[in-house]
């Protein structure tokens, strides 16, 4: 019962805060909607030109056209949008003998139809059903991706843990049957090779419970005030271990006053962490790496360099797809997930930002987060 009033809650919230674009020629039919519609935000266009220029710079959930108007008609700009967002909800209002109108918008993909003269609880009706359509429309298009991303990755961990155990269990085979020996020069190399193996599969196991906490569960960002200086000190202190293990130099320059920001704490962690671990991972041993930030009016930034061997150009447009791992060196064995950067870029766009990123081959690279204020 309760999992259910959660799931209604849930639902409810998600048609709330929606936007309305209504498209009418008659002024006061655009105002008669609005003031039912009130709750919503709700945009207007006297047709549909203007409508698909609106949609050009606002986010719009439902489209309400009517169908006969100048320059360009409500069947035109109902296929407009949907040729270019299928998922885009749009009402069509008509009067009742219309059929030919109601076949052809039909075939078009309309969501629904409001009648004309327009009944304003009809309306209102109206919009929230096919809102709440298109809310359940999107919890299954997100439980799908959600889905498939847990076979694509159950697939990527059972290749990636396979290399470590395979080589784990062959160096033990071979001590338990005395083919190294402790008097062997080559014993210690070999319980090297295992501690490094070993350590390989205990950072796989730690990354995969993260990315099961972080990345794999569903549900909006958790909002939360947090100091900036805060979250990107933890994501120095958890790396550190790794940059001194490299014999990395590891430095840090925070500006003095970094203003406190509304966002996921988690997610914006993840992002932190993974532009660290990226210039960790590519920086050959005895190189640097320095974070630092700059503060602007609207924005900051959090600034990684390091002195690793950069990223060639054709490469730069691909580093951010799921699973696509830079190797530098082509042996085929870049260890790791290849799924940092692609959820740190999502994390960072939510929050209505982004991750910048240059870099040369032999010179390093520079990857920016940057947050709105």
Same mark, same amino acid.
């Given at each position: !019962?309760?999992?259910?009033?959660?799931?209604?809650?849930?639902?409810?919230?998600?048609?709330?805060?929606?936007?309305?674009?209504?498209?009418?020629?008659?002024?006061?039919?655009? %105002?008669?909607?609005?003031?039912?519609?009130?709750?919503?935000?709700?945009?207007?266009?006297?047709?549909?030109?203007?409508?698909?220029?609106?949609?050009?710079? %606002?986010?719009?959930?439902?489209? =309400?056209?009517?169908? !006969? !108007?100048?320059?360009?008609?409500?069947?035109?700009?109902?296929?407009?949008?949907?040729?270019?967002?299928?998922?885009? &909800?749009?009402?069509?209002?008509?009067?009742?003998?219309?059929?030919?109108?109601?076949?052809?918008?039909?075939?078009?993909?309309?969501?629904?139809?409001?009648?004309?003269?327009?009944?304003?609880?009809?309306?209102?009706? +109206?919009?929230?059903?096919?809102?709440?359509? =298109?809310?359940?429309?999107?919890?299954?298009?997100?439980?799908?991706?959600?889905?498939?991303?847990?076979?694509?990755?159950?697939?990527?961990?059972?290749?990636? @843990?396979?290399?470590?155990? +395979?080589?784990?269990?062959?160096?033990?085979?071979?001590?338990?049957?005395?083919?190294?020996?402790?008097?062997?020069?080559?014993?210690?190399?070999?319980?090297?090779?295992?501690?490094?193996?070993?350590?390989?599969?205990?950072?796989?196991?730690?990354?995969?419970?993260?990315?099961?906490?972080?990345? @794999?569960?569903?549900?909006?960002?958790?909002?939360?005030?947090?100091?900036?200086?805060?979250?990107?000190?933890?994501?120095?202190?958890?790396?550190?271990?790794?940059?001194?293990?490299?014999?990395? &130099?590891?430095?840090?320059?925070?500006? #003095?006053?970094?203003? %406190?920001? %509304?966002?996921?704490?988690?997610?914006?962690?993840?992002? @932190?962490?993974?532009?660290?671990?990226?210039?960790?991972?590519? +920086?050959? &041993?005895?190189?640097?790496?320095?974070?630092?930030?700059?503060?602007?009016?609207?924005?900051?930034?959090?600034?990684?360099?390091?002195?690793? &061997? #950069?990223?060639?150009?054709?490469?730069?447009?691909?580093?951010?797809?799921?699973?696509?791992?830079?190797?530098?060196?082509?042996?085929?064995?870049?260890?790791?997930?290849?799924?940092? =950067?692609?959820?740190?870029?999502?994390?960072?766009?939510?929050?209505?930002?982004?991750?910048?990123?240059?870099?040369?081959?032999?010179?390093?690279?520079?990857?920016?987060?940057?947050?709105?204020?």
């Amino acid at each position: !019962m309760r999992l259910a009033v959660e799931r209604e809650l849930q639902l409810q919230q998600k048609i709330e805060d929606k936007t309305i674009l209504v498209v009418d020629d008659e002024a006061v039919i655009r %105002e008669l909607c609005s003031k039912v519609l009130k709750g919503y935000r709700v945009l207007q266009a006297e047709d549909g030109e203007a409508a698909l220029g609106v949609l050009e710079g %606002e986010r719009v959930d439902v489209v =309400l056209t009517d169908v !006969m !108007m100048p320059r360009l008609n409500g069947l035109d700009l109902l296929k407009a949008v949907k040729d270019k967002d299928p998922n885009k &909800a749009v009402i069509i209002m008509t009067g009742y003998a219309e059929k030919d109108i109601i076949l052809r918008a039909l075939k078009a993909d309309a969501d629904d139809f409001i009648s004309k003269p327009i009944n304003l609880l009809q309306l209102k009706t +109206t919009i929230e059903k096919v809102l709440e359509k =298109l809310a359940l429309k999107e919890e299954l298009v997100h439980l799908k991706r959600i889905d498939q991303l847990k076979t694509d990755f159950l697939g990527l961990i059972s290749h990636k @843990l396979k290399t470590p155990i +395979t080589a784990i269990s062959l160096f033990i085979q071979n001590l338990a049957r005395g083919l190294d020996a402790p008097q062997d020069p080559g014993f210690q190399k070999t319980l090297s090779l295992i501690l490094e193996e070993s350590r390989y599969l205990g950072y796989l196991i730690k990354d995969l419970l993260y990315y099961s906490e972080t990345v @794999l569960q569903e549900g909006p960002p958790f909002l939360s005030r947090i100091n900036l200086r805060d979250l990107v000190n933890t994501a120095l202190n958890q790396l550190a271990f790794s940059a001194a293990n490299k014999q990395l &130099a590891l430095t840090s320059e925070l500006d #003095g006053e970094l203003p %406190e920001l %509304e966002v996921d704490r988690r997610r914006i962690g993840f992002v @932190l962490r993974a532009l660290l671990e990226n210039a960790i991972k590519f +920086t050959p &041993a005895g190189g640097a790496i320095s974070v630092s930030t700059q503060v602007s009016e609207d924005r900051i930034k959090v600034i990684f360099r390091d002195t690793g &061997a #950069g990223i060639p150009q054709d490469e730069l447009p691909k580093i951010f797809e799921k699973f696509y791992q830079v190797d530098p060196e082509k042996t085929g064995q870049v260890r790791g997930f290849g799924l940092g =950067l692609f959820y740190a870029r999502q994390f960072a766009q939510s929050h209505g930002g982004s991750i910048q990123l240059t870099s040369e081959p032999g010179l390093g690279t520079e990857a920016t987060l940057v947050l709105p204020r």
